[in-house]
């Protein structure tokens, strides 16, 4: 029996030679190693944090630019450079700690699949005011060409969108707070949105304009002049 790290590889082709002891077999495998280029493997925990320890919940201390990103002694200070720095893929887990952002963030070609979603989870210490991203203007978060990615527990606000998006389908959100945007959560050529116990609030066009196939489950929607505007699809709401 022998082991394979795969995180030392370059992208290429490796070639195994391995010989039996007692029989004196040669076998030969030729292994393609693929995408294993900028970051880490599969399934790895990320973390970034604010200037300050006030309500951390996941890490041990403030966020730097210079920090790896890798652990909650070493947080990067923003969304972007987690995504700038690392292939994001299915089963990995970035965590936003306490605390108030002011950096927009984009993926492009990132996320992961229908069994794995890549989850981008904030703070769930609210008394604290959780994890807040507020840009200032522009798209909070953009995705592009990027599906099966999962939100929980965070604020978007801010922005001209918080979520804005462009094939990017089945998107899933879980208690996020669109609040203070344009336009809430838009997407242009996308399906499979599914927002559960989200709240929309004083978006000041609209709370969410939908494309193909979205879906609301025990949502709040509060004064937004257009709560939810549907052009060209069918969108689904229950509350139970």
């Avoid at 030392?8 to 030679?17: E, P, Q, R, Y």
């Avoid at 002694?73 to 700690?97: C, H, M, N, R, W």
């Avoid at 000041?204 to 060209?232: E, L, M």
Wanted: aromatic residues 14%.
């Amino acid at each position: 029996m022998f082991y394979l790290d795969m995180n030392s590889l370059s992208k290429g082709f490796v070639m195994l030679k391995i010989r039996h002891q007692a029989r004196g077999l040669i076998c030969l495998f030729c292994l393609c190693v693929y995408g294993l280029g900028r970051g880490q493997a599969h399934a790895a925990t990320y973390y970034v944090n604010d200037t300050n320890l006030a309500g951390d919940v996941y890490c041990s201390v403030v966020g730097n630019t210079t920090n790896s990103g890798t652990n909650a002694a070493s947080p990067k200070a923003t969304l972007q450079e987690i995504i700038d720095a690392f292939t994001l893929t299915g089963g990995d887990i970035v965590y936003i700690d306490t605390g108030i952002y002011t950096d927009s963030a984009a993926f492009y070609s990132e996320g992961g699949s229908a069994g794995s979603y890549l989850l981008i989870q904030g703070s769930t210490n609210y008394s604290a005011g959780g994890s807040v991203i507020n840009s200032g203007g522009g798209v909070v978060i953009y995705m592009y060409a990027s599906s099966y990615i999962a939100f929980s527990d965070l604020t978007i606000s801010g922005g001209s969108d918080g979520f804005g998006s462009r094939f990017a389908g089945y998107i899933h959100s879980t208690r996020i707070v669109f609040r203070e945007n344009t336009i809430g959560a838009r997407d242009e050529a996308s399906g499979g949105w599914r927002f559960d116990e989200c709240l929309f609030i004083n978006n000041s066009s609209r709370g969410a304009q939908a494309n193909v196939d979205w879906a609301w489950k025990n949502c709040v929607f509060y004064n937004n002049p257009t709560h939810i505007y549907v052009p060209y699809s069918m969108a689904i709401i229950t509350n139970e």
